[in-house]
């Protein structure tokens, strides 16, 4: 079983920034995930176990970075210029390739206030 630990969520300011960070063991492709109140979840951005593939949702292009320290088993997702409909809850999520994922994080809630 892996284990994933999420941080790095908060309450910020539109235009501001956050970086979230997930802990987890293992080769994994990674991903994280959002979902907002009252709306599906939806895939934001996903990352090979080498780092050299990434893939983002048309929103978040420009403005959100994924990547990883393999060295201290952590993704990063660097959030910039965020918006209000940014606001949900994010979850990292582990797998054997970018198109599937097989275990999942609790969640961290990111608020972007107007």
């Known amino acids: 079983q892996v284990q994933l630990v999420e941080s790095g969520g908060g309450l910020v300011q539109a235009g501001g920034s956050l970086r979230l960070s997930c802990a987890a063991s293992?080769?994994?492709?990674m991903g994280w995930f959002r979902q907002a109140p009252g709306k599906d979840g939806e895939f934001v951005a996903t990352i090979d176990w080498c780092g050299f593939s990434t893939k983002y949702v048309d929103s978040v292009k420009g403005r959100f970075t994924i990547y990883r320290d393999n060295a201290k088993n952590t993704v990063y997702l660097q959030m910039n210029s965020l918006k209000p409909e940014d606001t949900a809850v994010y979850s990292c999520a582990a797998g054997g390739d970018t198109d599937k994922f097989d275990y999942w994080g609790q969640g961290t809630q990111v608020t972007v206030s107007s």
């Open positions: 293992g080769r994994y492709a």
